[in-house]
């Protein structure tokens, strides 16, 4: 069975930094660009940051970037996004999803969920004074 399983949101200051993991089963993270997506209550689904299959070359959205981080370990089957200077407008669902397709597109606004091959339940994070 193909599946994500998300782990690491919470409660956090703003400012404050979270460090979100996304454990891969039934396949590898070789085999598809991975993007970390986000959906607030009442808006549309983001794509956050993508990484490739071949883990050479990363995509952020200009809301996170120069404070977010993707990486991934593939010994771990594992992937994960670091999460730095957090504002209350980073509060979301987080989850990861297997891209069919590059991460250019896996940015893309309103992304159809037919380019989705896998994704997670996602994580909670909650940035609050």
């Known amino acids: 069975q193909l599946q994500f399983v998300e782990s690491g949101g919470g409660l956090v200051q703003p400012g404050g930094s979270l460090r979100l993991s996304c454990a891969a089963s039934g396949f590898t993270l070789d085999d598809y660009a991975i993007g970390w997506f986000r959906q607030a209550p009442g808006k549309e689904r983001e794509g956050v940051s993508c990484?490739?299959?071949?883990?050479?070359?990363?995509k952020y959205a200009d809301s996170v970037k120069g404070r977010f981080t993707i990486s991934r370990d593939t010994a771990k089957n594992t992937m994960y996004l670091q999460m730095n200077s957090l504002r209350p407008e980073d509060t979301a669902n987080y989850y990861c999803?297997?891209?069919?397709?590059?991460?250019?597109?896996?940015?893309?606004?309103?992304?159809?969920?037919?380019?989705?091959?896998?994704w997670g339940q996602g994580t909670l994070v909650t940035v609050s004074s």
């Open positions: 999803a297997a891209v069919i397709g590059t991460c250019r597109l896996a940015l893309t606004a309103n992304l159809n969920d037919k380019y989705l091959a896998v």
């Open positions: 990484i490739s299959s071949t883990g050479g070359s990363t």
